[in-house]
């Protein structure tokens, strides 16, 4: 029997997409960020399989746990760090890995310190990673007022999986309606985010190259 049921099995669900849509993206090669891309998806989709393994079982065993529930937040924060860099190499184009490193450092930074702490959990990862998705939001938004085709539909992907995070403090008097926890709903959430970044990436029309985007053309002398 499943300890967690619910978070454990929505947490299955959210993984076995994540890394459906990874596999998806590595077969098509859809971006010259491709890598960081698959990654991102990657990362989050071991960390959702892991959460329900967590749920589903470890917690019967606070100290075992513990171990695994840290194992889960660093898989997390990778997966954002990919999508962070994977924006970076979009938007700005490759080269640019000290913008990544500055812009990285809030959210990580602010999570290892209540990590050390208070022995941060979920809800500590989402606020100090949602540092990261603000940087991202940002980035998108600068290429958004640059004409870059991918930027609307990213925009809109990484705006759905940010709010995602809003289930975790609806009442519980709402979710015990559908038999779901919070923390339930927000795996379930998450998935939007992530078919909407999917989509925008296998059907939108590649970028043109980031000197286009951030330089006029030079004039012709004759």
């Known amino acids: 029997m499943l300890v967690e049921p619910a978070q454990s099995l929505t947490d299955l669900l959210l993984g076995l997409v994540a890394c459906a849509l990874a596999i998806g993206l590595l077969r098509r090669r859809v971006s010259p960020a491709h890598r960081y891309w698959e990654f991102a998806l990657g990362w989050l989709g ?32 990778l997966g954002v760090s990919c999508l962070l860099a994977a924006t ?13 490193w500055v812009l990285r450092a809030g959210g990580l930074g602010a999570y290892l310190g209540l990590a050390v702490t208070t022995g941060a959990g ?3 990862l989402v606020a100090c990673e949602s540092i990261t998705f603000a940087c991202i939001i940002g980035l998108w938004a600068y ?7 991918l930027a609307l539909p990213i925009l809109l992907a990484v705006v759905a999986s940010g709010a995602a995070a809003a289930t975790k403090v609806i009442s519980e008097n709402l979710t015990g309606a559908v038999y ?7 795996h379930l959430a998450q998935i939007g985010g992530i078919v909407l970044l999917y989509r925008a990436l296998v059907t939108t029309r590649r970028p043109a190259p980031p000197a286009v985007l951030s330089r006029p053309a030079a004039s012709v002398e004759t």
Do not use: K
């Open 122 to 124: 979920v809800g500590a």
């Open 88 to 100: 970076v190499e979009e938007v700005l184009g490759p080269g640019h890995r000290r913008v990544f």
């Open 143 to 149: 290429a958004a007022r640059r004409r870059h085709p």
């Open 180 to 186: 779901l926890d919070g923390d339930s709903l927000y």
């Open 46 to 77: 071991v960390s959702a399989l892991g959460g329900f393994v967590h749920h589903g079982f470890l917690v019967q065993w606070p100290a075992v746990a513990t171990v695994s529930w840290t194992l889960i937040s660093v898989g997390v924060v």
